[in-house]
């Protein structure tokens, strides 16, 4: 299997795509061999994603990642899954799924976290699961579906990428790092947290048990090799399951003192470390710490990322086709900076739709310009993903003690130049952009090593993401003083757990 391909599935917000991977003579090569559309839908006044539509662009993408490796058996080495986190699917007795799952940004969690905080108050939550308080949280979820004859039926809970895992092999386990993002493990003993199931009335037994990077997860199912014309056995490896585990895993940083920003639909901005922080302070600022591979954690803050942009592409568009965001791009470069700020680390962002007006709204709500045109907006977003990054990057550092000289921007947002540039110049130092498939290294890494075509522990692993692509490297221009004057124009709207 050494000399095989490794297929990594990744699934995100905006899109879905299967890479393979193969390591020869110490250079890793990726492919994409599949990219398909991950659009979420109203049902029944319910946001859901089409959970069955993303299978069947996994199933596809193995077809396609067979035509490429060759269907002969070993040429496909194994399959490693990730995605998004907190999203689940219900299994009943039979292990047939209970509706569709719900998408995060699906307004039935409102209420739900000052409701949990009735039985178990926001400190002891923080110092039990070290996880910010976002309404999308698993827990919070979880708690909006208390009282539904769909969880009272449930014998098992699956996060999304278990949820493939176990269609495609027929095993149901949790991988460690996609547990993580639920708000019911425990980052310490790195269990399920019988306390804050206790706190949801969750009965244990729903939670499949736990399993690392690197171990095994099973075995494509005979259906699922009719059905991609692949040759058996084909391995599934579990590997940073949650995507942005996966991504952090594929930063390529070349020692200790960096920061990375994982900036897709949302921006992942925070450190690496040895151990969670779970200080009143760190509760406060609103930290998360998610686990990471090789017994690492997370420490980061989620920011409302490319979304903004997203929808207001979304709203934009016209009958006549999509709008451009190169262009959109090109525009947004040309106008005067730091204009207007909003706070891109609020939850307000969360919801979809009319996101130009909300946006033009939080300007007027703190009397600054309201933008005139998309050039305008796209120009605001910008400007205030880059001062966002800024301040969850200095926090992160301030917080976990750990020194930062570094910040590597790795996602679909490496691509965007002007973003990387102003996260630079916000910072205060140099930027470091790609790969853009970040989390797609890191799945395709943890499986090759686990195959024993690469070895070493993650230094080792992120030097052959260093040594097998071209690298962006952005220096900070302007000083920081009118960055400053940008952040205590937002300051104390999302920083602050709103619970404190
Ligand atoms: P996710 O994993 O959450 O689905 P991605 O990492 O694929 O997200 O990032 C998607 C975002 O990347 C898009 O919303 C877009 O803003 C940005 N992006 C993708 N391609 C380009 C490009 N060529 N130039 C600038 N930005 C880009
Ligand atoms: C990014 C991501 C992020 C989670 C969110 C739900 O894709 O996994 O880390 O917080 O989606």
């Given at each position: 299997?050494a000399?095989?391909?490794?297929?990594?599935v990744?699934?995100?917000?905006?899109?879905?795509?299967v890479?393979?991977?193969?390591?020869?003579?110490?250079?890793?090569t990726?492919?994409e061999?599949?990219?398909?559309?991950?659009r979420p839908?109203?049902?029944?006044?319910?946001?859901?994603?089409?959970?069955?539509?993303?299978?069947?662009?996994v199933?596809d993408g193995?077809r396609?990642?067979?035509?490429a490796?060759?269907?002969?058996p070993g040429?496909?080495?194994?399959?490693?899954?990730?995605s998004?986190?907190?999203d689940?699917?219900l299994?009943d007795?039979?292990?047939?799924?209970l509706?569709n799952p719900?998408?995060y940004r699906?307004?039935?969690?409102?209420?739900m976290a000052?409701?949990?905080e009735?039985?178990?108050?926001?400190r002891?939550?923080?110092?039990l699961?070290?996880?910010?308080?976002?309404?999308?949280?698993t827990?919070?979820?979880?708690?909006?579906a208390?009282?539904?004859?769909?969880?009272?039926?449930?014998?098992?809970i699956l996060l999304?990428?278990?949820l493939?895992?176990?269609?495609?092999?027929?095993?149901?386990?949790?991988?460690?790092t996609?547990?993580?993002?639920?708000?019911l493990?425990?980052?310490?003993?790195?269990?399920?947290s019988?306390p804050?199931a206790g706190a949801v009335?969750?009965?244990?037994?729903l939670?499949?048990?736990?399993r690392?990077?690197?171990?095994?997860a099973?075995?494509l199912l005979?259906g699922?090799?009719?059905?991609t014309?692949?040759?058996?056995p084909?391995p599934v490896?579990a590997?940073?399951a949650h995507?942005t585990a996966?991504?952090?895993?594929?930063?390529?940083?070349?020692?200790?003192?960096f920061?990375y920003?994982?900036?897709g639909t949302?921006?992942?901005a925070?450190v690496e470390?040895?151990?969670?922080?779970?200080?009143e302070e760190?509760?406060?600022?609103n930290?998360t710490?998610?686990?990471?591979?090789d017994?690492?954690?997370?420490?980061l803050r989620?920011?409302?990322?490319?979304?903004?942009?997203?929808?207001?592409l979304?709203?934009w568009?016209t009958?006549?086709?999509?709008?451009?965001l190169?262009?959109?791009?090109?525009?947004?470069a040309?106008?005067?900076g730091?204009?207007?700020?909003?706070?891109a680390?609020?939850p307000a962002?969360?919801?979809p739709?009319?996101?130009p007006?909300?946006?033009?709204e939080?300007?007027?709500?703190t009397g600054?310009p309201?933008?005139?045109d998309?050039?305008e907006?796209?120009?605001c977003?910008?400007?205030?993903?880059?001062?966002?990054?800024?301040?969850?990057?200095t926090e992160?550092?301030?917080?976990?003690?750990r020194?930062?000289?570094t910040?590597h921007m790795?996602?679909?947002?490496?691509?965007?130049a002007?973003?990387c540039?102003?996260?630079?110049?916000?910072?205060?130092?140099?930027v470091v952009a790609g790969?853009?498939?970040?989390?797609?290294?890191?799945?395709?890494?943890v499986?090759?090593r686990?195959a024993g075509a690469v070895?070493?522990?993650?230094?080792s692993?992120?030097?052959?993401?260093?040594d097998s692509?071209r690298?962006?490297?952005y220096a900070?221009?302007?000083?920081?003083?009118?960055w400053?004057?940008a952040a205590?124009?937002?300051r104390?709207h999302g920083?602050?757990?709103?619970?404190?």
């Amino acid at each position: 299997p050494a000399g095989g391909a490794f297929a990594a599935v990744d699934l995100g917000a905006s899109s879905g795509r299967v890479i393979l991977g193969r390591t020869t003579d110490g250079v890793l090569t990726l492919e994409e061999v599949h990219r398909f559309e991950n659009r979420p839908v109203h049902v029944a006044g319910t946001l859901h994603w089409d959970i069955l539509g993303l299978y069947r662009g996994v199933l596809d993408g193995l077809r396609a990642a067979g035509a490429a490796a060759g269907t002969e058996p070993g040429a496909l080495a194994s399959v490693g899954i990730d995605s998004w986190g907190v999203d689940y699917g219900l299994l009943d007795a039979d292990g047939a799924l209970l509706g569709n799952p719900v998408h995060y940004r699906d307004d039935r969690t409102l209420g739900m976290a000052e409701e949990i905080e009735k039985a178990l108050p926001a400190r002891e939550l923080y110092a039990l699961t070290g996880l910010q308080r976002l309404p999308i949280n698993t827990l919070y979820q979880l708690a909006a579906a208390r009282g539904s004859s769909q969880l009272a039926a449930a014998r098992r809970i699956l996060l999304v990428p278990d949820l493939i895992s176990y269609w495609l092999t027929g095993r149901a386990g949790t991988e460690i790092t996609i547990a993580s993002t639920t708000q019911l493990l425990d980052p310490r003993t790195r269990t399920w947290s019988a306390p804050v199931a206790g706190a949801v009335g969750l009965d244990p037994a729903l939670f499949a048990p736990l399993r690392s990077p690197g171990e095994a997860a099973g075995e494509l199912l005979p259906g699922v090799l009719e059905e991609t014309g692949l040759a058996g056995p084909v391995p599934v490896t579990a590997v940073g399951a949650h995507d942005t585990a996966s991504a952090v895993v594929g930063v390529p940083a070349a020692d200790e003192r960096f920061a990375y920003i994982s900036t897709g639909t949302w921006s992942l901005a925070g450190v690496e470390l040895e151990a969670p922080v779970l200080t009143e302070e760190s509760r406060r600022a609103n930290f998360t710490n998610e686990l990471g591979v090789d017994g690492t954690v997370r420490y980061l803050r989620n920011i409302m990322g490319l979304w903004l942009l997203q929808e207001c592409l979304r709203d934009w568009e016209t009958g006549s086709g999509p709008y451009e965001l190169d262009a959109l791009l090109e525009g947004a470069a040309r106008m005067p900076g730091l204009r207007s700020v909003v706070d891109a680390s609020s939850p307000a962002f969360l919801a979809p739709g009319g996101m130009p007006a909300r946006l033009a709204e939080a300007c007027r709500a703190t009397g600054q310009p309201v933008p005139r045109d998309p050039a305008e907006t796209t120009r605001c977003v910008l400007d205030s993903l880059a001062l966002a990054h800024r301040e969850t990057v200095t926090e992160a550092a301030r917080l976990s003690g750990r020194e930062v000289e570094t910040v590597h921007m790795v996602g679909g947002g490496a691509r965007n130049a002007l973003l990387c540039q102003l996260t630079a110049d916000a910072c205060g130092l140099p930027v470091v952009a790609g790969p853009v498939e970040a989390a797609a290294y890191g799945n395709v890494l943890v499986q090759a090593r686990t195959a024993g075509a690469v070895s070493g522990g993650l230094p080792s692993l992120r030097r052959l993401v260093r040594d097998s692509l071209r690298l962006r490297q952005y220096a900070p221009r302007g000083d920081q003083a009118s960055w400053a004057l940008a952040a205590a124009r937002v300051r104390g709207h999302g920083k602050e757990a709103p619970c404190a």
